[in-house]
């Protein structure tokens, strides 16, 4: 007669849906960042500081990714940009702010190029383009700019 051994192996796995507050600090021991983290990544409202103590950056993530509605600041606390976020490429309108202007940038799909309308004074001054934030190109009028993009729509 033979014998027939049955085996069963449980193997117990923990993975942690516990959230924690995290803080990150400066090697001078001012806060550098602060935000939830869930199974190591950044996940819900984090804010981001410059060295000085002033906000930098706050947002959400997403399982480590960027999404949703972004503010950046200048070290001296002022707005200067703000805009979307999808899997952390930004997306949509943005809206980067300068002492005496702002632009109204639109991004392309590959979350690199940006098309931007300047205001100056309440009225749009020129038309940019910008790719990873390097300036390539502008135009000092609408006209110019549909002129040499005729299929792109703003």
């Given at each position: 007669m033979r014998s027939i051994w049955l085996c069963t192996i449980v193997i117990l796995m923990s993975f942690s849906k516990e959230k924690t507050y995290t803080t990150m600090y400066y090697s001078s021991g001012k806060t550098k960042a602060e935000g939830w983290e869930m199974n190591g990544k950044m996940v819900d409202y984090w804010k981001f500081f410059h060295q000085n103590g002033?906000?930098?950056?706050?947002?959400?993530?997403?399982?480590?990714?960027k999404e949703g509605y972004w503010f950046y600041y200048?070290?001296?606390g002022h707005k200067a940009k703000e805009g979307h976020y999808l899997n952390n490429k930004p997306i949509d309108w943005w809206v980067y702010y300068y002492e005496n202007s702002y632009e109204n940038?639109?991004?392309?799909?590959?979350?690199?190029?940006?098309?931007c309308l300047t205001y100056e004074?309440?009225?749009?001054?020129k038309a940019k383009k910008y790719v990873n934030d390097v300036f390539l190109q502008q135009w000092l009028s609408i006209q110019s700019f549909k002129r040499d993009n005729p299929d792109f729509k703003f």
């Open positions: 002033n906000l930098s950056s706050e947002g959400h993530f997403n399982k480590g990714s200048d070290k001296q940038c639109i991004f392309q799909p590959d979350g690199k190029t940006r098309f004074n309440g009225s749009i001054s």
